[in-house]
RNA sequence: UGAAGCGUAGCUCAGUGGUAGAGCAUCCCCUUCACACGGGGAAGGUCGCAGGUUCGACACCUGUCGCUUCAACCA
């Protein structure tokens, strides 16, 4: 009976009328922090419940869908932590990587330039400040260019800032995080953490550096991922153009890309292509080059495809890259790394020309230019006479449709540059990342396939090497030989106590700072880490790895990893790479993948589409509560659509849940023994209900938790329990029997109420514990260390027949669709009526008779079995009302 | 081109091999002693379409259409 106690009554003067919202909130959260509710207790022997947050991108901007899936975790942590569990909850910022330093450039209008000298306590105002960013774009002001460091130190200034405004947010909606566990990716113990995940590849072998053609975006001038691209239709053209065989002949082929001719190193066919088939072994010339190019069949060409015959540049795109090693195949490059074409020479070993005077005089018109320029004069050269005197573009440009590869991130599409980069090893692991994946559990179960298209599907091994600024140093040195050469083959690496490092700044062990850049000494990698490097270490960078063995052991694997469907392929993808390849672990346990938030127009909100919704204005307008309800609705997975009606719904349950305890909390009564048959019966269905709901978290659907205890509260508690008891439970009592019976029904509307608000506790934080600290702080001093409620929690009661409950609620219902179908008050006395029912039925409303008056203001109740009506339908044959009070 | 999810009332969404569900919106009624930020009721659907399995299908199977997404193609 421990959980069953009897609680004291309120002084419902004493409360407000209604829920105030804004006051509630921040008083609580103060409450909250000052009680260090939601602390991890690393020195506790209970389960613990770790979760792998997301650290956001703190970008300045936030928007609904934020809200939305942290929302979501947080309603899990608070269901765990109300098991009982010592529930990890951190919150780390992604303030690391290319969008931080572009919106540190955009906000004081600054780029980095590793030229620039230092400038100790340089603290620039942000520019937005002083003028538009309209005016600034028509002024065209330039940028000032900073030191690496004064840059570095800007960015860490901005996102200090704006890390506040996420905090203040969560706090808002309520998010239980424990803010001691706070990080950042670009702190010392997330760069260390790095660092060493870095020397535990390379020193099991699965990094290694190549030069070698890379995927490159030319704006931001810097390697990239496979992963981090995505195709964008972009309307292009086929050109058809003629290419001259060594020794006589011809044969056209068709490009999308005729910039590119310069860099042709080959031509290609497929074997079972007739048309070509004579071509084998020979050598084609190029058009405007010159170049004599060998010709090869290979299977990867589509016959029916353009012409069935194209030529191979260095690079136009990944098959390029694949004939260009199969075939061992010259290398071209004629676009550098800011996607302008760099100058050449025909005639040369290198870019060798049957007319080199007439090939260079046409390469000198693209030189300098970018990729769109010059196709436009290559293809207007190709449309003139060339050496031969012919003209080699057949026929006019086709336009196409066609897909695009980009940096997601990035503005024109990406080019396959050869430069020197780190890369960890996976292509040879596909098969035992996939059996990793498979190991955790998917929510929902469908997104595994995400991960298994993407990894089955993956080309490149992962490019780690970024040429940025802000970002986690390769902590690697290389040797310089006595004539300055740089010894890449010869990297030197720190020791873990080391860590962290800066290559720029710090030396490598046996070597002092006046050798940087000299012969005979070294040279720091100026290159970081790709973001998703530090990243895919985020709950190591909870538990400590090997920094912390005991806490690790805790901890890792994470129970829960939340996060959004788009970025499976990066974040999920690598995090579990990373465990696999340092621990031979899987990551987490579970993985719950959240939903998009859409317009109402159903398209996904996304700054770039304008369509953002900005979420304090709804949570001041609804309340964090009825924010988070809407959150709490959505199933994991499942794209969303923002609605404040559901809002509206959530605020009104608030409110409900709120008058609902005031009600049964108010003082002029003492709770009893549950006594009465309708009492047993109403815990009864409680309790069902109780365990349904954490049947619904356990299998992971929070949202069917909140769906149907919300359902029982409105129509079982407050629309019958509570109208049921309402008489019996107010009001002086003469008799003790009557006393007994008000006192059972004070005790379990107190009960219920009691249930009701741990209930909805990891849904609704602020209405529960306001409601929950008038009066049960006896269990606990707040809802959310109350045990989540259970069947333990009616152990020693003798719960009722629930088919009783049900009865009463039918002829409550019944009583009351008929006064509205006479236009009467529902309030109005009936002195007489008459209900004909099935024999059952009528021998369940005989036991809960007194109330069903009672609440329907019945003064004489006849009743006539009827077998053939059906179980707990009511036929009315007679009813007489009181009088009008209000006449 | 392949795969996944979705398609149920005007809207947002639940749902189960056995008579179609909720809330919102609409309409009507009721100022009732926790709550008018409330209460009671009514109306509203061939469950995308077509076949099949079954005594019975909104649910299971096959096909098909539409929307969304992921991936492939990218000469």
Redesign the pocket.
């Known amino acids: 009976m421990a959980k069953f106690q009897k609680v004291q009554g309120l002084e419902?003067n004493s409360?407000p009328?209604?829920?105030?919202?804004p006051e509630v909130e921040t008083r609580l959260q103060e409450t909250w922090a000052r009680e260090k509710l939601y602390e991890f207790d690393e020195s506790s022997s209970k389960p613990t419940f770790a979760i792998d947050t997301p650290p956001p991108t703190v970008s300045g901007s936030l928007h609904v869908g934020h809200i939305f899936s942290y929302t979501q975790t947080d309603i899990m942590a608070r269901y765990q932590r109300m098991q009982g569990k010592n529930v990890f909850y951190p919150m780390g910022w992604d303030d690391n990587g290319l969008p931080t330093e572009r919106r540190v450039q955009n906000y004081f209008h600054i780029r980095c330039d590793a030229n620039q000298p230092y400038e100790p306590g340089l603290e620039l105002e942000p520019i937005l400040s002083t003028m538009s960013e309209k005016e600034l774009q028509e002024k065209r002001l330039p940028q000032k260019n900073l030191s690496r460091k004064n840059f570095i130190e800007h960015c860490h200034r901005l996102t200090v800032q704006d890390e506040e405004l996420f905090k203040k947010l969560w706090s808002r909606i309520g998010l239980s995080v424990d803010w001691k566990l706070e990080y950042a990716t670009i702190d010392d113990h997330s760069r260390k953490l790095s660092q060493m995940s870095f020397l535990d590849l390379f020193k099991k072998g699965h990094m290694y550096q190549v030069q070698a053609p890379t995927l490159w975006d030319c704006d931001f001038q810097t390697a990239v991922a496979?992963?981090e691209?995505?195709?964008r239709e972009l309307p292009?053209a086929?050109?058809d153009i003629e290419f001259e065989v060594e020794g006589g002949g011809n044969f056209t082929?068709?490009?999308?890309?005729?910039e590119l001719l310069p860099a042709c190193v080959g031509v290609?066919?497929?074997p079972a292509d007739p048309r070509y088939a004579s071509l084998k072994g020979k050598r084609a010339i190029t058009p405007l080059f010159g170049a004599p190019v060998p010709i090869f069949p290979?299977e990867?060409?589509?016959?029916?495809?353009?012409t069935?015959?194209?030529?191979?540049?260095t690079f136009?795109?990944?098959?390029?890259v694949q004939w260009w090693r199969e075939n061992k195949l010259e290398t071209r490059q004629i676009i550098g790394k800011a996607g302008l074409m760099i100058p050449v020479q025909f005639g040369t070993k290198e870019f060798p020309s049957t007319n080199p005077d007439f090939a260079n005089a046409c390469f000198a018109k693209i030189q300098g230019r970018n990729v769109k320029q010059s196709q436009k004069l290559v293809v207007e050269m190709l449309g003139q006479p060339g050496a031969n005197g012919k003209v080699a573009l057949k026929a006019p440009p086709k336009p196409?449709q066609?897909?695009?590869?980009f940096y997601e991130k990035g503005d024109r599409p990406v080019e396959f540059l050869i430069t020197r980069q780190w890369f960890a090893r996976l292509l040879d692991k596909k098969e035992k990342l996939l059996e990793y994946g498979s190991k955790i559990k998917w929510h929902?179960?469908?997104?595994e396939?995400?991960y298994k298209?993407?990894t089955?599907?993956?080309?490149i091994d992962w490019c780690v090497s970024r040429q940025r600024f802000f970002g986690v140093s390769i902590p690697v040195w290389y040797p310089l030989d006595d004539k300055g050469v740089i010894q890449y083959d010869k990297p030197m690496v720190p020791t873990v106590d080391q860590l962290p490092v800066d290559p720029m700044s710090d030396c490598p062990e046996g070597y002092t700072e006046a050798q940087r850049n000299k012969p005979g000494g070294f040279v720091g990698e100026s290159d970081v880490f790709d973001t998703w490097f530090t990243s895919s270490i985020t709950p190591q960078l909870g538990s400590h790895w090997e920094l912390n063995p005991a806490r690790h052991k805790k901890l890792f694997p994470m129970d829960m990893r939340p996060q959004a469907?788009?970025i499976?392929?990066t974040w999920a993808f690598y995090t579990i790479a990373k465990a696999m390849l340092h621990e031979e672990k899987i990551p987490w346990k579970h993985i719950v993948i959240s939903g998009?938030v859409?317009d109402?127009d159903?398209?996904?909100m996304s700054k770039s589409k304008g369509n953002v919704v900005t979420p304090t204005a709804h949570i001041d307008e609804f309340g964090a509560d009825a924010v988070r309800y809407w959150s709490g609705?959505?199933?994991y997975?499942?794209?969303?659509?923002f609605?404040t009606?559901?809002m509206?719904?959530g605020?009104?349950l608030?409110?409900?849940i709120?008058?609902?305890?005031?009600?049964?909390l108010?003082s002029s009564a003492d709770a009893g023994d549950v006594t009465e048959p309708l009492d047993l019966a109403f815990l009864a269905k409680l309790r069902a209900q109780c365990e349904d709901a954490a049947k619904a978290f356990e299998a992971w659907?929070p949202?069917?938790a909140l769906?149907?205890t919300?359902?029982f509260f409105?129509?079982n508690?407050?629309?019958?329990y509570?109208?049921l008891v309402?008489?019996r439970s107010?009001?002086e009592k003469a008799t003790d029997a009557e006393k007994r019976a008000k006192a059972s029904a004070v005790h379990a509307l107190r009960f219920g109420v009691r249930t009701f608000l741990k209930l909805f506790a990891p849904f609704l934080p602020y209405t529960t514990d306001e409601a929950w600290r008038w009066a049960f702080t006896d269990e606990s001093a707040s809802v959310h260390h109350a045990r989540y409620p259970s069947a333990a929690d009616f152990a020693g009661i003798e719960c009722g027949n629930p088919e009783i409950f049900d009865t009463a609620m039918a002829a409550?219902?019944?009583v009351?669709?008929q006064?509205?179908?006479?236009?009467?008050?529902?309030?109005?006395a009936i002195t007489h009526i008459k209900l004909k029912a099935h024999p059952e039925t009528i021998k369940n409303l005989t036991i809960v008779k007194g109330d069903v008056c009672g609440a329907t203001?019945i003064e004489k109740l006849e009743m006539v079995e009827d077998a053939t009506q059906?179980k707990n339908a009511f036929a009315i044959e007679h009813i007489e009302y009181g009088p009008?009070?209000?006449a």
């Not at 069935?308 to 540049?313: A, K, P, Q």
């Not at 089955?456 to 080309?459: I, K, Q, V």
């Not at 709120?658 to 049964?664: E, H």
């Open positions: 419902l409360l009328k209604n829920m105030e919202f496979q992963a691209l995505e195709d292009g086929f050109h082929i068709a490009t999308t890309r005729p290609t066919y497929h290979s990867l060409v589509q016959m029916d495809k353009g069935g015959i194209l030529m191979v540049c136009g795109d990944q098959t390029d196409i066609h897909a695009v590869k929902p179960e469908f997104m396939v995400r298209n993407w089955e599907n993956l080309g469907h788009e499976i392929r998009w859409l109402p159903r398209k996904k609705l959505a199933r997975g499942s794209d969303t659509t609605d009606g559901i509206k719904i605020r009104r608030a409110m409900k709120f008058n609902a305890s005031k009600f049964s108010q659907e949202a069917s769906m149907e919300e359902k409105w129509s508690f407050t629309d019958s509570v109208e309402k008489s107010l009001g409550q219902a019944a009351n669709q006064k509205t179908h006479s236009k009467v008050s529902i309030a109005r203001k059906e009008d009070l209000k």
